[in-house]
């Protein structure tokens, strides 16, 4: 139960620092760049979590495997590649982190293309992520959020009312 905790808030985390940060007009360049750079940090706790079975899906690929794990794997790779890509051309158009660092990179309108790109496919690649995995995130949302309060609720059956009126006839 504890890493389906772990997992869906750090999936929801992520999910959600993916959506802020492809809003930089409202953030700004600076908290943009920076928010992005600690959201890597999540996409990469988020590999590691998950590497038994990029491992697992791996070695199966070829063989007889269950379509939409290659499916699945398939868009994860991609998903991977665009983040990998949207992290290179975000640094290399970077106005804050770079330069907090030292670092000054001439960004080019190319750059700035392949940015925009490339996040704008990545953003298709979380729709179809999220699409495939909705049955996890319905089931684990009503696991940890739903049925916890369901136990709370008391399970004592209401008496029908002529059982109650006997019952209290008799005790008169």
Known sequence: MKSLK????????????????????????????????AATATLIIHVILHWDWVVGITKKFFSNLFHVSRLNYIVNFLLFLGFITVITSGLAISR????????????????????????????LLVAVHFALHWSWVKNTFTRLFVKPFQRQAPHSQPQPANAVSMKNAGTL
Do not use: C, K, Y
């Open 96 to 123: 804050s982190v770079l330069p907090a660092f030292g670092l000054q990179i001439d960004a080019s309108r190319t750059w700035r293309g392949i940015h925009n790109l490339s996040a704008n496919l990545t953003l």
């Open 6 to 37: 772990t997992n869906f808030w750090l999936d929801l985390f992520i999910f959600a620092g993916f959506l802020a940060a492809l809003q930089p007009r409202m953030t700004g360049i600076a908290i943009h760049e920076w928010f992005t750079l």
